[in-house]
């Protein structure tokens, strides 16, 4: 019995220890990432919360006409023109990335942009799956 509990007590100790770890030091050093935006060629859009999408839509026909590469660099967004470039700037922990809009959504309530595997992992946002975000629009 006492084997049984040791190694329940080890499951949850090495699956919540590390995330606890990693959250302080992700905290650290969003306010010094998100501060570098240029000003100067980005505007801010828009705030919210982002999503990515699902792996089952590769190869699947986008609203633009092309076809869904999880390996890309677009996202889809409701209302900007297709081929406006965004730069998205995860605020949890600062890292960011271009994006071209290619495709219309999301069509959740709260979710500003739905963006390919490929922006979703650049942003470390695969584990989580919603992150509060920026959008800035290329002037």
Not at 75 to 102: D, Q, S
Not at 103 to 129: C, H, Q, W, Y
Request: glycine letters at 8%.
């Amino acid at each position: 019995m006492s084997k049984n509990r040791f190694r329940l007590f080890m499951f949850f100790f090495c699956m919540f220890v590390p995330i606890s770890c990693c959250l302080g030091q992700v905290q650290k050093g969003a306010a010094a990432e998100s501060a570098k935006v240029d000003t100067a060629k980005w505007s801010l859009y828009e705030k919210g919360d982002a999503t990515y999408y699902s792996a089952r839509t590769h190869g699947k026909m986008l609203a633009s006409g092309e076809r869904y590469d999880r390996n890309g660099l677009f996202c889809a967004h409701k209302k900007l023109p297709f081929g406006t470039k965004i730069r998205v700037v995860n605020k949890k922990n600062g890292k960011e990335v271009v994006v071209t809009v290619k495709d219309r959504g999301p069509f959740a309530k709260g979710r500003v942009i739905d963006l390919s595997n490929k922006a979703a992992e650049t942003l470390d946002m695969l584990r989580v799956g919603v992150v509060p975000v920026e959008l800035w629009v290329l002037k």
